[in-house]
């Protein structure tokens, strides 16, 4: 399909088009025009990721300055995916045009899963790929190669220097496999073929901490031009993500390995003073200069230890001198390790600011904060200097590093808590350093700086309002579709009450009595029976699900389950619930059916898709509140609370909704799929203006407070209504190349509106978003757990 939006033809490589895709890809494009952000949810299985490429793609291309589109996504699966949908949008476009057009497209992932390397391929973790990959392939190996010496080089990686630059690959969109074949048949590194071709392509798709994680973007991303547009898909946790990029954990272990490691490097130091003093020399006149010469002299690949976002105007300065030379420095960083195990011995929990931090410091060391600024950077010009290969062993002590340069750097946005036990019901110590950002702002704001457009959108994004606040961001648009439908083809359910009228809820007092864990049972015998094939269940934790399917084993609830559907649990490990997934699939498709028992923020809840008969119904089970007794989560709060005016229980209840939206979302990946949405707790009653508008548009005021007999017979009834042949209905939920022709028509005439952007509820009110009912509604809706109640993640 080729349509006009304004002055820009775009190419859609599908026969027919939804509605909220046509107005998702104007709103995309008055962003572009504008020059700004903008913060769109768009709703499950709709095309998001077809509409914004195919928008995008056509405007770089209409404009020829250089426009490279930065994707971004969570997982491994849904980059294959934009990847994925990018060829095809391209092999379109070759189609339509008749000519293949000068473009190309890449994915970039670790080395880890990119290596063809037969040895080094074989090894199971990350870091150990990443240390034998640049004991290969590092300069300094190279060099003592070309003097003879016997050292292993990896034959992938020296092809690359046989051919220039814009000649490692040729135009086109290359997915994961397709990099790995063309790379195998050439003998080249997939890795750094991708790296070096970043600047010569107009799309790179890659995960969020490529661009977020100032450790990875200041290697990887650091070449971008301002005119590029940025786009996070799936950034329901963005905020999360940002805050995790700037936060450090040590440990009693890891400070050991960072005190072996550092005894480690003054014996390389010393080795290296013996045998070849003007390497040692000649690094110390390079930090005299400041860190920006220093910085552009390194080989971007070489560089395997980075340091966290340092400011603009630090980067001009010199290293201080006392910790320019190499033996100083390492004298340093062994008096802070010894400094931070000293702190680590004691018995009660210590909150402090990194200001009150950096003075007890002082205090007791005479350790000043301006060094500590540039341990990280230092450090890693020393391991560079040192030319080790073995980086590894030096982790420990670059994450002190990093620690040290970013509680000397933020006075604001950051709070040290110093936690002796794991857990309150812990009696053995085992204290834990959290350096925890609670402003999740620093980190993206220097992609909001730097980039002309960001684009934060996905399924689960309300409110929007909430986003820019907490990011600190001016959005020119903020926009949210509905989902257009030509028969109602998901149900969403609230059920309040259990058959013999108990309320039901996961609230901390009433989540473990035996009538709300039979009720909670019953729902789940009850829609197992009616549900073909797939059944996924969400709960609010780990703990919870543990404690709840422990109860249901006494009461015989999973006896009378498992004469209807297989059950499968997720667990924290990972490999065991890609097993438990593979099995599910399995059932689902040779008819047995079963049932998933997932958490809300695990794995399964963010990144896998039920299409079609692996879900034809998402049982929420409960609220998915944060645990609020968490030491971070209550400094983060005050900090909201106090920086940007959002109350405790309105950040919380907003966490605690987008996660809800984001598990009912599994079960519906497009128009032609169907499924029933429940969810079971009385709160949910009062908050469904809190869920996305696509869904609480298709909630009826009849489906709100229900009985778990009400809820069977409205999902019988919808469920035989979803058997029935659907006879093709053009011009409501799709749109032909005419229709859309017609509906641009009456927009120019005035005559309408791309999508509704406000409905009326039973009362022909507007319907607006509230975060609840009143103050003490609002308090009473959190999980908090009596005073007396054992501590546990939830």
Request: hydrophobic fraction near 40%; include cysteine.
């Amino acid at each position: 399909m080729r349509f006009m939006i304004d002055d820009l033809e775009v190419l859609f490589p599908y026969p027919k088009i939804y509605p909220e895709q046509y107005a998702y890809m104007c709103d995309l494009k008055r962003t572009l025009d504008a020059g700004g952000h903008c913060v769109l949810e768009m709703p499950s299985g709709t095309g998001k990721t077809v509409s914004l490429l195919s928008l995008i793609v056509a405007y770089q291309l209409a404009y020829p300055e250089p426009r490279k589109l930065i994707y971004c996504s969570r997982t491994m699966s849904e980059i294959e995916k934009a990847l994925a949908e990018l060829k095809a949008l391209m092999a379109y476009r070759t189609k339509e045009l008749g000519y293949v057009e000068e473009f190309r497209g890449l994915g970039l992932t670790s080395r880890k899963n990119l290596c063809l390397h037969p040895s080094v391929k074989r090894e199971k973790r990350g870091e150990i790929v990443d240390a034998r990959c640049r004991s290969m392939t590092a300069g300094f190996v190279k060099e003592k190669k070309a003097k003879g010496e016997d050292v292993e080089l990896c034959a992938y990686h020296d092809n690359l220097d046989l051919l220039e630059p814009h000649n490692l690959i040729p135009p086109g969109v290359y997915t994961f496999d397709g990099l790995l074949r063309y790379c195998e048949k050439h003998t080249q590194c997939p890795y750094f073929t991708a790296r070096r071709m970043m600047p010569y392509c107009n799309v790179i798709i890659y995960s969020y901490h490529y661009l977020l994680d100032p450790k990875i973007a200041e290697r990887v991303s650091k070449e971008f031009s301002k005119d590029c547009i940025v786009v996070f898909d799936e950034a329901h946790n963005i905020d999360n993500v940002c805050i995790e990029s700037l936060s450090i954990d040590l440990t009693e272990d890891s400070l050991r390995k960072a005190s072996r490691g550092a005894q480690n490097l003054e014996r390389k130091v010393t080795e290296m003073k013996a045998s070849d003093a003007d390497k040692l020399q000649n690094e110390y006149q390079k930090l005299v200069e400041g860190l920006r010469e220093e910085d552009e002299r390194r080989e971007a690949e070489e560089s395997f230890m980075t340091n966290p976002v340092l400011p603009a105007d630090l980067l001009k300065e010199a290293v201080p001198g006392n910790i320019r030379r190499a033996e100083h420095f390492v004298a340093f960083l062994k008096r802070f390790v010894e400094y931070l195990k000293t702190r680590m011995k004691v018995l009660h929990v210590i909150s402090e600011t990194p200001a009150s931090f950096l003075k007890h410091l002082k205090d007791l060391t005479f350790i000043d904060k301006k060094p500590l600024r540039f341990c990280a950077e230092r450090l890693t010009s020393l391991v560079r200097t040192l030319e080790l290969a073995n980086i590894e062993d030096y982790l420990p002590l670059q994450e002190v590093a990093t620690f040290a340069t970013l509680v000397a750097t933020y006075d604001k946005g950051f709070l040290l808590i110093l936690e002796p036990y794991e857990s309150e019901t812990a009696k053995v110590p085992n204290p834990v350093l959290h350096l925890s950002c609670l402003d999740a702002s620093i980190a993206i704001k220097p992609v909001f700086d730097r980039f002309s457009s960001v684009i934060i959108t996905s399924g689960t994004i309300s409110p929007l309002e909430m986003y820019p606040r907490m990011l600190r961001f001016e959005a020119v648009v903020q926009e949210s579709y509905t989902m257009t439908l030509a028969r109602r083809s998901f149900l969403p359910l609230i059920v309040t009450r259990g058959s013999d009228q108990v309320a039901i809820s996961s609230r901390f007092e009433i989540r473990n009595d035996p009538s709300v864990v039979r009720n909670y049972g019953n729902i789940l015998i009850e829609f197992a029976k009616i549900t073909p094939d797939g059944m996924v269940v969400f709960f609010p934790s780990y703990l919870y699900m543990e404690s709840i399917i422990s109860m249901w084993q006494g009461m015989h609830i999973l006896d009378e389950v498992w004469k209807y559907k297989l059950l499968l649990v997720e667990t924290p490990d990972s490999q065991e619930t890609s097993l438990a997934l593979e099995t599910y699939r399995t059932a689902c498709s040779n008819g047995r059916g079963a049932v998933m028992l997932c958490v809300a923020r695990g794995k399964v809840s963010e990144g896998i898709d039920f299409d079609h008969q692996y879900g034809r119904t998402v049982l929420c089970i409960g609220v998915p509140y944060q645990y609020t007794e968490s030491r971070i989560l209550k400094a983060r709060l005050e900090f909201l609370r106090e920086n940007f005016r959002i109350r405790e229980n309105d950040f919380l209840s907003f966490d605690a909704m987008r996660h809800a939206a984001q598990c009912l979302g599994r079960v519906l990946r497009g128009k032609d799929d169907y499924g029933i949405m429940v969810l079971a707790d009385k709160r949910f009653s009062r908050k469904r203006n809190q869920l996305p508008k696509w869904i609480a548009q298709a909630l009826h005021e009849s489906d709100v407070n229900l009985s778990t007999d009400m809820a069977v017979a409205a999902a019988k009834k919808f469920l035989r209504t979803m058997a029935q042949p659907m006879e093709e209905r053009d011009g409501i939920s799709t749109w032909t190349l005419a229709e859309l022709q017609d509906h641009q028509k009456m927009m120019v005439t005035g005559g309408g509106k791309i999508l509704e952007d406000v409905e009326m509820d039973g009362n022909g009110k507007k319907d607006e978003y509230d975060f609840s009912d009143d103050e003490e509604l609002a308090r009473m809706d959190i999980d908090t757990p009596p005073a007396s109640a054992p501590a546990a993640v939830a």
